[in-house]
């Protein structure tokens, strides 16, 4: 986060882009607001392509290693948290690196007194003093803990300070770049880099660093130093910013109140950082597996940032005193003894002043790719197969005996590279399909940046799959096709298959498959603006039923009947939902929905269909998203406790799992003849499974 006016950004358009009129956003700079060019430009290197073809080996030391790439100092403890508190109270290693300075204007502003000199060394030092502080906190350390300050070499022979603080099993190191926020000429510097090949940037050095002097960065050394970096930690679990921020439109003077670029709802740093990492993790593959190599076996999370400023807040009270007590150690104080002359925090943060912030950065932790980790079926055998994205590449894992709960060595399904949550839909033969969102094209510096939706294809119940298939994008303009979400599918028992996803105007987009395996066009079915993260349902008649997170209420889309196109049917009645919905039939048929509201931590059921809306609290305290699902004893309920530990409602009441590796985000719930099970992906990159009925604590 950075209160940086968002000025000369890599999408700066007056307005924000519409749907008939799109004013591309390549505009290059000149040579000369470079703080530093060649006088030739260096030829552009593309990103290398992907090998979409399946059947590499993966890598798996079974090890957890978290890598987190932020903009600016402080990105993660306003977007990415709690996850990352959960990762270090599980112990795992993080490496978090920070790719600007941090210094915008060099002025640490004192409340009360904001008549401070400039001075952008010192800010930039004073910021890295209020991570200290924040991740010694974290660890569970006074915040003055001392810290080992060194000098990393990194590739191409650039050097950057890092950081690291250790208690016990866990460790912090912060790795700073320190590449510089603005050009001399006040453009916005890392947007510039991702765009104009012939742009090179100076570092900052900040006051008190161990490194001396500064290096210089262009497009393809900053991708090659992540990439050494990955090469080096070999994460696990690697945590971004949003790469394809929401379409937003505000007057000027609401967006640089709020230091969004124009028309869209984040930080110009924070999609170019976002941009460089991905670009990185598919340059990492790709180095990885030439000659025969081996897939990195990682996962990907994506994280929204200002876009917490437009939505409901999906954080309880219990959960976000957590997430708010971090950012008091950074924001620091003047009159703490930290031993940092330069500074003892970032002055604009800390107290009170995240949560008195009406923009709410802090009451809100979206994923930019929401959905379960793992997708679970089960084979003719009994044994069950999980699908997921590794090396950000499909995969499946299968059971190593029916009920085990042990998993074998995944099979690498290729398709690469995808976004990490997959949509999927099972025939009627018992085939499985597979939907993904695809970075068709990542390239800088005028190169093509898209989209697109994809399927695999099993050829036979149980057996191997097809070539991947292209879907294409709802959008036909590269850039609002970056606005897309990640693809739902349903199979309706008129044999026809259903796949949706959010557009680029925050509606939903449907294609259908028929019987005959046909696809027809993209559709736009209209409604009104929701939340990706979409739910989907077919009743007892058929009837096709898609649930969206609205601003205000519920969203809804339906058939009037089996084979019918969905259409829009608004429910203002339904209480504001402050995440996904998770729907389930009822025993007469009907349908209820299960959520929680903003900021609550109590799960409620709401009838839909025109009956009654009468909520019915459920309990089962907690935040983030939900699973739901009708069982032989009763309703079954999945999801995080305001802790962070996954629990499961069932017949049995309420169980949590407490032993294992950390979980990453929302598991898949499986129910079964023998009754519930939960399979998630660990911290370390391999599925577990929580059997609660048999005891088991995954």
């Not at 690196?97 to 904001?114: F, L, M, Q, R, S």
């Not at 200002?306 to 807040?313: M, V």
């Not at 990706?532 to 997170?549: E, I, K, P, W, Y």
Request: proline share 7%; aromatic share 6%.
């Amino acid at each position: 986060m950075n209160n940086a006016p968002a000025q000369g950004t890599a999408a700066a358009r007056p307005g924000g882009p519409s749907r008939r009129h799109v004013v591309t956003a390549t505009t290059v700079l000149a040579a000369a607001v470079a703080l530093s060019s060649c006088s030739v430009p260096a030829p552009r290197r593309s990103t290398p392509a992907a090998d979409p073809a399946p059947g590499m080996p993966i890598a798996s030391s079974r090890r957890a290693q978290a890598m987190q790439i932020l903009a600016h100092p402080d990105d993660d403890l306003y977007f990415m948290n709690p996850d990352t508190q959960r990762m270090l109270d599980a112990g795992v290693p993080l490496v978090c690196i920070y790719v600007t300075a941090g210094e915008h204007d060099g002025k640490n502003h004192i409340p009360g007194d904001w008549d401070v000199p400039a001075d952008r060394p010192a800010y930039s030092s004073a910021r890295h003093q209020g991570l200290r502080q924040a991740y010694a906190a974290l660890l569970g350390l006074d915040r003055f803990a001392d810290w080992t300050k060194d000098v990393a070499s990194l590739h191409g022979g650039h050097r950057a300070e890092i950081n690291t603080l250790t208690n016990g099993r866990a460790s912090v190191e912060l790795i700073f770049l320190n590449l510089p926020m603005h050009t001399t000429r006040r453009y916005m510097a890392l947007p510039s880099l991702w765009r104009d090949r012939s742009l090179g940037l100076n570092t900052v050095v900040a006051a008190g660093s161990p490194l001396r002097g500064t290096v210089s960065y262009d497009y393809d050394e900053l991708i090659d130093v992540l990439v050494g970096l990955m090469e080096q930690y070999r994460p696990t679990v690697i945590q971004t910013l949003d790469p394809d921020p929401d379409i937003q439109h505000s007057d000027e003077t609401t967006r640089k109140k709020d230091s969004e670029q124009r028309g869209y709802s984040d930080h110009a740093d924070h999609t170019a950082v976002a941009l460089f990492s991905w670009a990185a993790m598919v340059r990492w593959v790709a180095r990885a597996t030439k000659d025969s190599g081996e897939v990195p076996g990682f996962v990907a999370t994506a994280f929204r940032g200002y876009y917490n400023r437009h939505w409901p807040k999906n954080l309880p009270a219990a959960v976000l005193r957590e997430k708010a007590a971090a950012l008091v150690p950074y924001g620091g104080s003047p009159d703490w003894d930290c031993g940092n002359t330069a500074g003892c925090g970032d002055y604009n943060v800390g107290g009170v002043r995240p949560l008195k912030n009406k923009k709410g950065w802090v009451r809100a932790t979206h994923h930019r790719y929401p959905g379960p980790r793992t997708t679970v079926a089960t084979e003719a055998s009994g044994r069950l197969v999980a699908y997921g994205v590794l090396g950000l590449r499909a995969v499946r894992w299968r059971e190593t005996r029916p009920g085990s709960g042990q998993w074998g060595a995944p099979d690498d399904l290729g398709g690469g590279p995808l976004a990490p949550a997959l949509g999927a839909a099972t025939l009627k033969d018992g085939r499985q399909l597979l939907f993904a969102l695809r970075f068709a094209a990542l390239d800088g510096h005028g190169g093509p940046n898209q989209r697109e939706v994809v399927l695999l294809e099993q050829g036979s119940p149980g057996g191997e799959f097809l070539a991947w298939n292209g879907l294409g994008n709802p959008e036909r303009d590269d850039d609002r096709g970056r606005r897309i979400g990640v693809p739902v599918a349903v199979a309706a028992p008129d044999g026809r298959v259903h796949v949706f996803v959010r557009n680029a105007d925050k509606g939903i987009s449907t294609r259908v498959r028929d019987r005959a395996g046909r696809w027809d066009r993209w559709r736009d079915l209209g409604g009104a603006e929701i939340q990706d993260g979409l739910s989907t349902v077919v009743d007892s008649a058929g009837r096709v039923h898609v649930f969206g997170s609205g601003r205000e209420s519920v969203h809804h889309w339906t058939q009037d009947t089996m084979g019918l196109p969905l259409t829009f049917r608004p429910d203002s009645r339904l209480p504001v939902p402050g995440g996904p919905l998770a729907p389930v039939l009822t025993d007469d048929g009907g349908i209820e929905l299960y959520y929680r509201k903003p900021t609550d931590s109590v799960v409620m059921a709401v009838r839909t269909g025109g009956a009654p809306a009468r909520p019915r609290k459920e309990g089962f305290d907690g935040y983030g998203p939900l699973s739901a699902s009708a069982a032989p004893g009763g309703l079954v309920l999945l999801g995080k406790d305001t802790r962070g530990r996954i629990q499961l409602r069932t017949r049995r009441g309420l169980l949590t799992r407490t032993h294992g590796i950390a979980a990453l985000d929302a598991p898949a719930l499986h129910v079964g003849h023998s009754g519930a099970t939960v399979v998630g992906l660990g911290a370390d990159a391999h599925p577990w499974t929580w059997l609660p009925e048999a005891g088991t604590a995954g």
